[in-house]
């Protein structure tokens, strides 16, 4: 079993910025890819941002350029850091992991390992 474990959301206001974490524990040698998705409230799931867990290829969605992901495989944590926040940001951000190598990243199907999510909150 693989457990993730989100952390860093909060309450910002408009321009600020986050980082957030997500701690894989467990059979952690079998992940192949990494994610974020978020849901805003009313709206579907939504992707975010990819990674690969160990070439490190990156893929991001629809939100632009002021999201970055990166991993540190020592740790096993994955980051998200986002910059310029919008109030159209606050979500629940949501740490996804894959154990298949070949998947359709954007899509949550692909991912079989899930954190709790974390908080966002942005104020204007």
């Known amino acids: 079993q693989v457990q993730l474990v989100e952390s860093g959301g909060g309450s910002v206001q408009a321009g600020g910025s986050l980082r957030l974490s997500c701690t894989l524990s467990g059979r952690s040698f079998s992940i192949q890819h990494m994610a974020w998705f978020r849901r805003a409230p009313g709206k579907e799931r939504e992707f975010v941002a990819g990674?690969?867990?160990?070439?490190?290829?990156t893929t991001y969605g629809m939100t632009g350029r002021r999201f970055t992901i990166s991993r540190d495989n020592a740790k096993n944590t994955q980051f998200l850091q986002i910059h310029s926040l919008q109030p159209d940001d606050t979500a629940v951000y949501y740490c996804a992991a894959a154990s298949s190598e070949s998947i359709a990243v954007v899509r949550p199907t692909s991912y079989n390992y899930w954190g709790q999510g974390t908080q966002v909150t942005v104020s204007s």
């Open positions: 990674i690969t867990w160990n070439g490190g290829s």
